[in-house]
């Protein structure tokens, strides 16, 4: 067992409810810097797709503890952890069992807290960790408001294309939403465009209008288009593991610097 981490995890959701926007892509790819730069990182896949499980190479085969069985109550944070082939990063996979979740959960009154209370158990396993990745569905619903209620802050992966920022107001009124009824410190970390293409207008046009609108929320780190980022998950592995030197690496080892920057001034504060 390698050495536990001093304090509790600081805990991010990947969320936005656009689907195809990069929000597997930047909890893969940011774990995966985050712990090239020494931390212990678990990834939460929270999506019933489990594309952050399979773009990790945990066969459904393997997946025989899941995010349901955790949201349900059934196994421990400890048990429901696998390893992956990148070191210091870990994850718990999804099925499509977790797609009935929505229903099942339903008349629970705590059904908003499921994953929170798993995750600051403490002694629950959480303690072994850094940093908490959970990569949530395209969609606003209970998985994606449990990952808002159980987390420190979100990250929105932002795709630089047109109507990019059309569905951020509805996600920032959701952010507003959890804070007042369940997670008054829910903050937003930061906005990060994804798919950027410097040549392109629209990137440059959307790219202005975040930073005019939001100001220094959105991360000075942009993610390029990228095919090798695109690639990278049908060889199971995340980008820097599969082509260190592509621009998809530097970008997303820029970002893992600029959440450390963030998380460590306001964990100092
Ligand atoms: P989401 O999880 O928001 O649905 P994904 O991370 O799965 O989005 O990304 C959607 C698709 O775009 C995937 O095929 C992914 O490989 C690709 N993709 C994501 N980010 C990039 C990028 N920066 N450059 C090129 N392709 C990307
Ligand atoms: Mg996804």
Redesign the pocket.
């Known amino acids: 067992m390698a050495p536990k981490s001093a304090s509790f995890p600081t805990i991010i959701a990947i969320a936005?409810q656009k689907?195809?926007?990069?929000?597997?892509?930047?909890t893969i790819n940011l774990g995966a810097a985050l712990a090239e730069l020494g931390k212990r990182v678990l990834l939460v896949d929270l999506d019933p797709q489990g594309?952050a499980s399979t773009g990790l190479g945990i066969e459904y085969d393997m997946r025989d503890a899941t995010t349901y069985d955790l949201l349900s109550g059934e196994i421990s944070l400890a048990d429901a952890a696998l390893t992956t082939s990148v070191d210091r990063l870990e994850i718990v996979p999804a099925t499509t069992d977790l797609s009935s979740a929505d229903i099942e959960l339903g008349d629970n009154a705590n059904r908003s807290f499921l994953l929170r209370e798993v995750l600051r158990k403490s002694g629950g396993g959480a303690e072994d960790y850094h940093y908490i990745l959970i990569d949530c569905p395209?969609s606003l619903n209970i998985l994606t408001v449990n990952a808002m209620v159980a987390a420190d802050s979100i990250i929105v992966?932002l795709q630089s294309e047109f109507f990019a920022l059309e569905g951020l107001s509805q996600l920032i009124l959701t952010v507003r939403d959890v804070r007042q009824s369940a997670n008054p410190d829910l903050r937003i970390e930061g906005i990060a465009l994804?798919?950027y293409d410097a040549r392109n207008n629209l990137s440059l046009q959307v790219e202005d209008d975040a930073r005019e609108n939001m100001g220094d929320m959105v991360f000075k780190t942009v993610?390029?288009?990228?095919?090798r980022?695109?690639e990278a998950?049908s060889f199971a592995v995340p980008v820097l593991n599969y082509d260190t030197n592509s621009k998809?690496s530097a970008a997303y080892r820029a970002l893992a610097k600029e959440v450390i920057g963030r998380t460590k001034k306001r964990k100092a504060a």
């Open positions: 936005n689907g195809g926007v990069g929000k597997t892509t930047t594309n395209p992966p994804t798919m993610i390029p288009r990228n095919v980022l695109s998950p998809g």
